[in-house]
């Protein structure tokens, strides 16, 4: 269980998360990683990430676009998902969830939202060649490509349904 928050254009967030106190003694002992897109911040239960993020609640709403909660590697969860599946203690989101869409993440701060199954994969392979291939990054199985970082995320119909 991580949380990933993902900055607004021109901001850089772990800088300005460090130049409040209270934001800093929040997460200073998570470990917070610095990326391109944001802040990707290690914690290690599911109760755990929704209550720091609950805690940064006025500086997600200050300094970020959104803040994904990663379940397991290559997979978010939006913040709707995450507290329903908290408070209903359930577990009943499956492989075969109908409700996923693809985030690309601009390095700029841009995030642009697709529903998976309308996601071509011809743009994938052509962001993957322009780019020169995938490298490692701290997230794991998440497509970093230069420019941005490709993501999957979970959630809810609603939020599906808008999108």
């Known amino acids: 269980m991580n949380l990933l928050l993902i900055s607004r254009p021109g901001i850089p967030l772990l800088r300005s998360l460090r130049e409040s106190e209270t934001a800093w003694d ?24 929704i209550s720091l993020a609950s805690d940064l609640k006025y500086f997600l709403k200050k300094y970020t676009t959104d803040h994904l909660f990663q379940i397991k590697p290559g997979v978010y969860y939006t913040a709707a998902l995450t507290r329903s599946r908290y408070l209903t203690r359930s ?36 962001l993957t060649s322009e780019a020169g291939g995938i490298k490692d990054n701290p997230m794991y199985d998440d497509q970093e490509l230069p420019g941005g970082y490709l993501l999957e995320v979970w959630c809810t119909k609603p939020e599906f349904e808008i999108v």
């Open 26 to 49: 929040a997460i200073r002992f998570y470990g917070p990683v610095s990326l391109s897109i944001g802040v990707y911040i290690p914690v290690s239960t599911l109760a755990g990430a």
């Open 91 to 126: 577990d009943d989101v499956s492989e075969d969830w109908p409700f996923k869409l693809v985030y690309w993440v601009e390095n700029l701060g841009r995030v642009i939202r697709v529903k998976k199954e309308d996601w071509n994969s011809e743009e994938i392979l052509y």
